[in-house]
């Protein structure tokens, strides 16, 4: 198992932020398949920033990626800065059918970054064009 990050969960391209309670934010996460992903790896696509609790979400692909090798949708271990290959998902699926589920809408803010994962559920082969695209709406609460 290998863990792939987006740039959202290296740190490159920050989380956006609400700077008031209720306002939603959107953060278009996505990954760029640029190296074959296999059964078992886990992508982090998307961070969810401190004090904030999701409100919708979306998992979407493009250039011939299959949805169908997407499997569960989870919070992961650790923090998204962390680079440790030993993280792993932990808690309920937050995504059903490529939309957040009634699971994801119950997780409480927290007062640290969390990184959300897609643990690969075929292999996907590295092609140009390929990416996984997820949006992310939350509010601050």
């Known amino acids: 198992m290998a863990l792939k990050k987006s740039p959202y969960a290296l740190g490159t391209k920050p989380?956006?932020?609400?700077?008031?309670?209720?306002h939603l934010v959107v953060q278009?996460?996505?990954?760029?398949v640029g190296t074959a992903l296999a059964i078992g790896d886990i992508v982090?696509?998307?961070?969810?920033?401190?004090?904030?609790?999701?409100v919708g979400a979306n998992v979407y692909v493009e250039g011939g990626a299959a949805l169908a090798s997407l499997g569960d949708v989870k919070l992961l271990t650790g923090t998204p800065d962390d680079p440790d290959a030993g993280r792993v998902q932990t808690g309920d699926v937050?995504?059903?059918?490529?939309?957040?589920?009634?699971?994801?809408?119950?997780?409480?803010?927290?007062?640290s970054a969390r990184g959300i994962g897609i643990l690969m559920a075929a292999a996907e082969a590295a092609a140009a064009g390929k990416v996984i695209?997820?949006?992310?709406?939350?509010?601050q609460g």
């Open 44 to 54: 982090e696509i998307a961070v969810i920033p401190p004090y904030h609790y999701l």
């Open 133 to 139: 695209h997820f949006d992310l709406v939350y509010a």
């Open 94 to 111: 937050i995504i059903t059918d490529a939309k957040l589920n009634d699971a994801g809408r119950l997780i409480k803010p927290a007062d």
């Open 15 to 22: 989380a956006p932020t609400s700077c008031e309670a209720a």
């Open 28 to 32: 278009r996460g996505f990954y760029v």
